[in-house]
């Protein structure tokens, strides 16, 4: 079965070829960054507008890369919830028009359980259940994942998300956006140790970054957040790797807990703050430790992309998980998922 997936939840017009749910003839990813870095973070309003112009040509290149016309297309799969709404929108409307038109089943398909489904997608040895982290920059969650398309939720952020506090923080050093691969670049070398801050780490298997954030704020402006950044590049270093080892070590400490408290020796982390090396590195060596085995797909599919979606649309098709022309975008999470 051949899925064309659609992907407008955030600042990325995605669209993507897969046969079988796995097998990724195309994926096409055209980002905003360049629309949005001059305001630190992504406008919905410009963001909405993008979508509008990109659609049509992202899905006509990633149907060319793929070598396959409309005609032989079995499906459309499309995000339609969380995210934006407006910007869901865009591609939910795309793909009922184009399911509408050619007589094709339409499926839609949560972002986070696509976040998931990509480690999957990229490992398909992985069995179940196992313990699925989802980092990126809406959302931190863990859930005990039962089959593709079956996530039951242990936790989550109570404030801040993990990229969404990476974002913040790089605004407040300076380091531009997105704020993850920045801190990344500025904290490449720099001992970890110099500058600590506080993790916070709840009993629950929830998670809260602003707090961090906060302590970076206040490291770096002054108690008043008022103080002029008056940071030498090494500082702003130090700043960036102590605040990214306390993410990552809050991140691996719950998602291995999830793997303690659910008795689950396997984890898959997705999103895209597991493209960040040190998470990865940390994560591996803490999992190995423990006899747990652990997943990261490759960075192309940690962030934003369609194939996961076309992939996870391809799962729920066979469950009968079908949608009908009254499919809606929906810009809060599901709560089981
Ligand atoms: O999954 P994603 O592409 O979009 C959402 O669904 O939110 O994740 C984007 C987030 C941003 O916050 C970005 O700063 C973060 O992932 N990110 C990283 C890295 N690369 C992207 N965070 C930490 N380290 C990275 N290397
Ligand atoms: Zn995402």
Redo the contacts with the bound molecule.
């Keep these: 079965m051949i899925v064309l997936g659609i992907e407008t ?2 600042d ?1 017009t995605a669209a993507a070829v897969v046969a079988d749910g796995r097998e990724v003839r195309s994926s096409v990813v055209r980002s905003q960054v360049d629309l949005h870095r001059a305001f630190g973070g992504v406008v919905p309003e410009i963001a909405c507008r993008a979508h509008i112009e990109t659609i049509l040509p992202v899905v006509e290149q990633a149907l060319a890369r793929a070598a396959v016309r409309l005609d032989g297309i079995d499906a459309v799969a499309v995000t339609c919830t969380p ?1 934006l709404v407006g910007a869901l929108l865009v591609g939910v409307s795309f793909a009922k028009s184009l399911a509408l038109a050619k007589g094709k089943p339409l499926v839609g398909v949560d ?1 986070l359980q696509g ?1 998931i489904y990509a480690v999957r997608m990229a490992f398909p040895e992985i069995s179940y259940p196992c313990v699925s982290l989802v ?5 931190t969650s863990l859930y005990h994942s039962r089959s593709e398309i079956e996530h039951d939720r242990l936790g989550a952020t109570t404030d801040d ?4 506090a ?2 913040k923080v ?1 605004k407040i050093l300076g380091l531009g956006f ?7 670049r500025a904290a490449a070398g720099r001992d970890p140790g110099r500058v600590a801050f506080k993790r916070t780490i709840p009993d629950s298997l929830d998670f809260s970054f602003s707090g961090i954030k906060t302590a970076v704020l206040y490291r770096v402006r002054g108690q008043d957040a008022r103080r002029p950044r008056l940071l030498t590049e090494e500082e702003r270093g130090d700043v960036a790797a102590g605040f ?1 080892e306390a993410v990552v070590d809050v991140l691996v400490e719950q998602a291995l807990r999830a793997c303690g408290r659910t008795g689950t020796r396997r984890l898959a982390v ?4 597991a ?3 040190r ?1 990865r590195e940390k994560m591996r060596a803490r999992a190995a430790a423990e006899g747990i085995a652990c997943w990261f797909p490759p ?1 192309i599919f ?3 992309n369609a194939a996961m979606i076309a992939g996870l649309g391809y799962h729920l098709l066979r469950a009968g998980r079908a949608s009908g022309l009254d499919l809606d975008a929906v810009p809060t999470r599901f709560h089981r998922a």
């Excluded at 980092?135 to 959302?139: K, P």
């Excluded at 997105?178 to 990344?184: D, L, N, R, S, Y």
């Excluded at 997705?270 to 703050?273: C, I, L, P, R, S």
């Design positions: 939840s955030c990325e995210g972002h976040h980092v990126s920059g809406g959302h998300a993990a990229g969404e990476f974002d790089a997105p704020g993850g691969p920045a801190i990344e990214q997705g999103g895209g703050v493209c960040n090396g998470l960075p940690c962030t934003d």
